[in-house]
């Protein structure tokens, strides 16, 4: 649950595609907030509990309202009553070992656009060419026979 389909900071997958039939549950490691990180795998031991079935209707709404998660059910967050009683548990646990990843400082380079949109001076023809290409070549509009420009 949480967040987009690309953004998701908590999973829980039945254990019928686990090969070794247990629940799995993954939170995301984006997260470092000890209580949010709880609040999180509450709302997976829901789905945990009722199954993935229901989604986030009926069961599990009734489960996860009664607990104390608040918000959209697909986004749920822990009320003022849960949050206390989830600080408690982090207290007890004590210090939370893990520091936020930042998936968008990962050292790979982004891959810029590859082609260059090129364009006839003559009759507006639209091309795309790779900068190497480009550079090294050109290209030729098969309209006007006139070599076609990149407009960057």
Not at 57 to 73: H, S
Not at 110 to 129: D, V
Request: glycine share 12%; proline share 5%; net charge negative.
């Amino acid at each position: 649950g949480g967040g987009s389909r690309n953004s998701r900071i908590g999973e829980c997958w039945s254990p019928s595609v686990s090969g070794d039939q247990t629940t799995e549950m993954f939170i995301s490691p984006s997260i470092d907030d000890p209580i949010r990180v709880l609040d999180i795998l509450a709302h997976e031991m829901i789905h945990a509990i009722v199954g993935n079935d229901c989604g986030h209707k009926g069961p599990f709404k009734q489960l996860a309202t009664k607990i104390g998660l608040e918000g959209k059910m697909t986004d749920t967050t822990a009320g003022d009553d849960l949050k206390a009683k989830l600080q408690t548990i982090a207290d007890k646990i004590g210090e939370y070992p893990h520091s936020a990843l930042d998936p968008s400082d990962s050292g790979r380079k982004k891959q810029s656009t590859r082609l260059l949109k090129i364009e006839c001076p003559e009759c507006g023809n639209i091309a795309r060419q790779s900068t190497t290409a480009y550079m090294e070549r050109g290209l030729i509009c098969g309209l006007c026979e006139v070599r076609m420009n990149f407009n960057g």
